[in-house]
């Protein structure tokens, strides 16, 4: 199989990763739960790993570096954790349902929201975000990639006017941690939200929040921590603030190797190869009559990702098709991303994206060309 799905989750992952997740659920006891050899080993590479995250995103101490499953579990912490009724909250139109979802909900609880539109390429106007900008703001909160179009979005613009209007800031780096440069300090970024499994490389079921020291969250969930057993509140020292319950040592084991081989190989390294096979599909498929392709390709620094329609055939249809005949895997459908389908135009039809890793190859790149000229010389 070609597989060319790697913005939903990388499944081609280093051997490495397979193999500190094997050792892990063969040897790690509980971290915090004990003294013995098995559950203070799992606490060291539960720490190594919050260590390599911390230099990852620039974070002043690991202890900044919460785990949760997942980005979305992440996004509602955060979103939910600082925004009370009455708040007004600035947002976009480019962003997944683990963002929208949360701000819906506390919009029917007397949260105000502002949703900066996009224009016909996904793109949004910053000067519309500071426009919204008035007293009771409390936050923005935006995508740093769109999983839809690939576009880039300029968060340490966004950040630095958050940061002169006293405005929080909360980053959805779902598709762009461990392949686009961050910097949480130098960004102005207070909330980064990321998962493990898609450009960390790391298992599913991992992820994770920085929260600038001196800010606090009030916790998405409490219970056993390990430590204050007899306080009846949660504590509330970072991590422990919102790490209750047992953490998933095999799944941080794994994306703590994620991170060791992403450091040897080399973040630049690893984006130039995924952007190469990006830029290759795109000259490959751009001019073919039929194909309408979204997003803004002017611009090298985007993330990499293809989306596309053909014709009028139904997203689905078309991803069914390059699977069962070219064995290749995309993603058809809404994406999670409602208000930028809207946007887009493509509610009904959806759009068929496909996402490259650095483990594809030139071959791989080619056959998905051909595959996309042949069913649109079908329509």
Not at 44 to 59: D, S, V
Not at 188 to 217: A, M, N, S, W
Request: contains cysteine.
């Amino acid at each position: 199989m070609i597989y060319l799905d790697n913005a939903a989750t990388t499944m081609h992952k280093p051997q490495e990763v397979i193999d500190a997740v094997v050792n892990a659920m063969g040897s790690l006891g509980n971290a915090g739960r004990g003294a013995n050899t098995a559950s203070l080993g799992a606490a060291r590479i539960i720490y190594e790993a919050r260590e390599r995250l911390a230099k990852l995103f620039g974070a002043e101490d690991p202890k900044q570096i919460a785990f949760t499953s997942n980005s979305t579990e992440s996004l509602n912490t955060a979103i939910r954790g600082l925004i009370d009724p009455g708040d007004h909250v600035i947002t976009t139109v480019l962003e997944h349902n683990s963002v929208l979802r949360p701000i819906y909900d506390l919009q029917e609880k007397g949260v105000e929201v502002t949703f900066v539109k996009s224009d016909d390429k996904g793109r949004i106007c910053y000067e519309e975000i500071e426009q919204a900008i008035r007293p009771e703001t409390k936050a923005i909160v935006t995508t740093h990639g769109s999983n839809l179009t690939g576009n880039l979005v300029d968060i340490g613009r966004i950040g630095k006017m958050a940061h002169d209007h006293g405005v929080l800031y909360i980053v959805d780096a779902s598709q762009t941690a461990g392949v686009f440069p961050i910097d949480v300090k130098a960004m102005h970024v207070d909330v980064l939200c990321f998962t493990g499994h898609k450009g960390l490389l790391g298992p599913q079921g991992t992820g994770g929040l920085y929260v600038r020291e001196g800010l606090k969250i009030r916790p998405l969930k409490m219970g056993g921590s390990g430590v204050q057993t007899y306080n009846h509140h949660h504590p509330s020292e970072m991590p422990t603030a919102l790490e209750a319950g047992t953490l998933n040592g095999h799944g941080i084991a794994g994306l703590n190797a994620a991170l060791g081989y992403i450091e040897r190989v080399g973040i630049d390294t690893i984006r130039r190869t995924e952007q190469k096979w990006m830029r290759m599909f795109y000259e490959g498929v751009k001019d073919i009559p039929g194909v309408k392709i979204y997003g803004d390709f002017e611009t090298e620094e985007r993330c990499p990702i293809v989306t596309l329609n053909i014709g009028d055939y139904d997203s689905a249809e078309v991803s069914d098709e390059l699977l069962m005949t070219y064995d290749i895997s995309t993603r058809p459908g809404g994406h999670c991303a409602p208000l930028m389908h809207e946007a887009l135009g493509t509610v009904e039809q959806g759009s068929v994206r496909f996402s490259f890793s650095h483990f594809n190859t030139e071959e791989e790149i080619q056959t998905a060309i051909r595959a996309v000229e042949e069913l649109a010389k079908e329509e």
